[in-house]
């Protein structure tokens, strides 16, 4: 019996190609796309691809042509990606499941050859790939076509007409045009046309930007501490982001329950002393944004414990005294940083939620407050969602309830207006 109970607890191991999904960002996270692989000797790029989409978040799945299959075992495909390989169809409609109305996100024909451009100009759907750009074609899903040719085939009047025709339906990537080819353009052009399509913005690369994210603790004795029920979610999530949108994050992180983001620096810290100290070393540097995104105390013990206070006492007192503001100090470092600070309330109207997030907007000499009410039966309800309001100088927004993903997003969007 325990040995059966054993082998039910034994969870099945996700492909080890998977692990490096998001490693690089999630602006593609939740994103579907099917990459087709035509057969150009260009195929092996395909590879390089495939693993950029999937650094940044991307389901990748692979069409291959026979051609294809020849100069790459489509093995190949199945390591890169970590999911099956469609080299034939079957009775399973593989056509129907990749590419019917809303099955993907992106069909990316990488290599894309003179063959396969004419098949999906001209309705033929007679190997795997054609038939997938034909439902994809039919259900609209966007379809980008990256050509790889020999130059003369390029331009023949047949392969122009082709993609004349096409030219306002499906999108394309010039090809390099490099010792009489037409060479496929690198990975690295597809990846960066493919951010740009699904939202990358270049107003956030190379910024660099501060975050806070978290709660602190504060210790009443060696093994008791007061603390904030954060589990840095959010500014983790707005960490991601930012990342995905090329700035380069710094995170001065507390005890939260979250994985850091990959591709950020990390400095772990446990207190609001802690924390105080990491910001004030990094302000050494220069920054272009600072985001105090921590559920930082706002009160500590006056003197803790060196000991463990005993637990036989029937009653005892706790002497706090109140915590410096980190968010008041960083103008006194650097005056000309864009301070986007958050501030959490319970049970307040939404004018009232406005007039704290403008009173905390002047008391900090920040540019930007992020407000939310953490009180509400509706937060209590479903903590994984939220509502907040963004005040600055000029003007109030306010957020739908959403996802603390989609939460991240859109405090993005407001930080991006302001740099711009």
Known sequence: MNKLVAKKKIKKREHPSLDIVSSYGVELSGKRIVLCV?????AYKA?????????????????????ATKLIQPDYFKWATGNEVITKLTGELEHIRLADYNQSDLIIVYPGTANTLGKLANGIDDTPISTVLTVGFGSKIPILMCLAMHDSMYGNLAVKKNIQFLKNKIE???????????????????L???????????????????????????????????????????GLSLASELISAGAKVTLVYGPGEEKPPNGAKIIN???????????????KKKFDIVIMTAAVADYIPTNPSKKKIKSSKDKIEISLKKAPKIIDQIKKFQKNVLLVGFKAETNLTKNQLIKSAQKKLKESSSDMIV????????????????????????KVVMSKWMNKQKIAKFIKKQIEQKIK
């Not at 390089?48 to 051609?67: F, I, P, Q």
């Not at 394309?172 to 597809?190: H, L, N, R, T, Y």
């Not at 810290?269 to 302000?283: D, G, H, R, Y």
């Open 38 to 42: 035509a057969g150009s000797v260009a």
């Open 47 to 67: 590879i390089e691809l495939a693993r950029l989409l999937m650094r940044h978040g991307a389901d990748v799945t692979c069409v291959t042509s026979n051609a």
């Open 172 to 190: 394309f990537i010039s090809p390099q045009m490099i010792e009489g080819k037409a060479k496929a353009p690198e990975p690295e052009d597809v």
């Open 192 to 234: 960066e046309y493919v951010l740009k399509k699904f939202g990358f913005s270049s107003a956030l690369k190379n910024k660099k930007v501060l975050m806070t994210a978290g709660p602190t603790i504060e210790h009443i004795d060696p093994v008791r501490v007061i603390t904030n029920q954060s589990t840095g979610k959010t």
């Open 269 to 283: 810290v446990l207190s609001s002393k802690e924390m105080l100290n990491a910001v004030k070393t990094e302000l």
């Open 371 to 394: 407000a939310n009410d953490i009180g509400s039966s509706r937060y209590k309800k479903n903590p994984q969602n939220n509502q907040v309001i963004i005040v600055d100088t000029e």
